[in-house]
């Protein structure tokens, strides 16, 4: 509690922001649409998760270069 009394403002930030995302989240109204053709929306999924996972681990190794060691040692 020593910190919030150090910083008070940081525990005000706090409650402004959660009032404002709550005031923002009840203004949005989400449509649920789906899709025409199942077939490509698939495929187009499967795809974006095989781009997404490839450069997600490139990204913990570092690099693609084949100097760069496994994940693990």
Not at 33 to 60: D, H, Q, R
Request: glycine residues 6%.
């Amino acid at each position: 509690m020593i910190s919030i009394g150090q910083h008070p403002f940081v525990l005000v930030w706090y409650v402004v922001l959660m009032i404002i995302w709550v005031f923002l989240y009840k203004k949005v109204k989400i449509r649920e649409e789906k899709p025409a053709n199942l077939l490509p929306y698939f495929l187009y999924s499967v795809l974006t998760l095989c781009i997404t996972t490839v450069l997600v681990v490139g990204g913990i190794r570092g690099d693609f270069k084949h100097s760069t060691r496994p994940i693990n040692r």
